[in-house]
C-alpha cells in the first residue's frame, strides 16, 4: 500500500494555478524525488502533503487515509524547508533536542542525548552544538534544520530543497550522508529538487513536474534513458540536449536507406526507426552532449562542423560546435581542438532520440 497518495490535487493561488492535476504515489519506505524547475509547482505540493496548504481540488491519501481531516501535528511528517526557522536563542544542542521534548515524544533526557549525538555524527556538526544560529554560516543553519526533521525519525519526511544552501562538496557528501540514513531508518522520503543530478543520485523513482503538471513518473535510468518528451530531456543532463528539427526522406520506400535531413546535416538512420516514422514528414531530433564523437580526419560520413567555443575541465571538454545553421553542444574527452578548427561529427546512433514536432513526446516512449 502506498504511504502517500495524491489524486488529480489542484492548488490556486486567486488566479495562479500552481498545481494542475497532480497524481502520484510513494510507497512504504520509498525515496521519491520531485524535479521540476523553479515555478513548477513543487513547494506548494509539499505545503498540500504537511497540512500547511489548503488543496483546491482533489485528495491526499496518508497510509490509505483521506488527509483532509488530519491536521498537521497528526500527520506523522515532518519537513525541511529551504529557508530555515530556528529558535535564535537556542543553542543547536537544544534546537535540535526542542522536537523531541515536545509532548507528543516525552523521551527521556539520555534518550534526547543519545540521538541528539548521532544526528550531529550525521551531518557533520558535532563542533556546533554549543553555538547558537547567529554564529552560524547558512549551510551550518540548513544542516540544524535538517537534523531537528531528522531526530524525530517522522513517518514521512518532506524535504524542500534541503542542500540547496550548502557549498558543492558539502551538498554532495550529505546527498550520500542523507540516502544512506533513509536506509538504515527505512523512512519514508518525499524529497524536492531543481537539480537534476542531486534527483537522480537520490531518487528511487522520480516524479518530474512542470507548471503545475506530472511529465513523467519513473526510475532514474527509465527518465533519463527514455524522456517522456522534450521538457523532461531538456531538463536532465548538463549540457542540455540538443534538439534539431529535422525532415525525414525515404520512411515509405523501404528500399532506400532512412535518412533525417536537418539544418546540421544529413543523418543515415538506423532501420529500427522505420515503423516510428511512417506516416510523418517532420521530426525533433534530440542528441546528448556525450553522443557526439568529435573526428579529427576531415573526410568520412558525419556532419562537418567547426569549433565555436572551447572548455577545457582537465577531466573532461565541454565544446560548442557550429554546424551548418546550428550550434551543437558536445561533451568529450580529447582536448586537442582549437577554436575555429574545423572537425567532423559522429554519433552514437542508438542513442539517438525522435520526439514528435507538435507535442514534444518521445516517439519511442
Ligand atoms: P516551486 O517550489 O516549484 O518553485 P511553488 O510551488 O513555490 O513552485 O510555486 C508555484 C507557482 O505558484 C509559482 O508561479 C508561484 O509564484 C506561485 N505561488 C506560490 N506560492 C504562492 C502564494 N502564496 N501566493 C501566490 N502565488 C504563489
Ligand atoms: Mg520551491
Known sequence: ????????????????????????ECRDREFLVILGPSGAGKTSTLKMIAGLEPLSGGEIRIDGRCAD?????????AMVFETYALYPH??????????????????????????VRETARILQMESLLHRRPAELSGGQKQRVSLGRALIRCPGLLLMDEPLSHLDAHLRHRM?????????????????????YLEALALADRLVILDR????????????????????????????????????????????DRLVLESEAG????PEEF?????????????????????????????????VYAHENLGYRNLLEIEAGSCRLDVRCRESNFAVGSDTRLTFAESRLLLFDKNTGKNLKA
Open 266 to 269: 544529413i543523418l543515415p538512420l
Open 90 to 115: 537556542l543553542t543547536v544542542c537544544q534546537n535540535l533536542a526542542f522536537p523531541l521534548r515536545s509532548p507528543a515524544f516525552r523521551l527521556p533526557e539520555e534518550q534526547i542525548e543519545a540521538r
Open 175 to 195: 546527498r550520500r550522508e542523507l540516502k544512506r540514513m533513509q536506509a538504515a531508518r527505512q523512512s519514508t522520503v518525499v524529497y524536492v529538487t531543481h537539480d
Open 1 to 24: 500500500m502506498p504511504t502517500l497518495e495524491l489524486r488529480e490535487v489542484f492548488k490556486k493561488y486567486g488566479t495562479v494555478e500552481a498545481v494542475r492535476g497532480i497524481s502520484l
Open 69 to 77: 481531516a488530519l491536521p498537521p501535528k497528526d500527520r506523522d511528517v
Open 212 to 255: 503545475g503538471r506530472v511529465r513523467q513518473t519513473g526510475t532514474p535510468s527509465e527518465v533519463y534513458h527514455s524522456p517522456a518528451d522534450t521538457s523532461v530531456a531538456l531538463l536532465l543532463g548538463h549540457p542540455r540536449i540538443n534538439l534539431l528539427s529535422a525532415r525525414i526522406r525515404n520512411c515509405d520506400t523501404d528500399s
Open 274 to 306: 522505420r515503423p516510428l516514422l511512417q506516416g510523418r514528414t517532420e521530426v525533433v531530433l534530440g542528441i546528448r552532449p556525450h553522443h557526439i564523437r568529435l573526428e579529427e580526419e576531415a573526410s568520412g560520413h558525419g556532419w562537418q562542423g567547426r
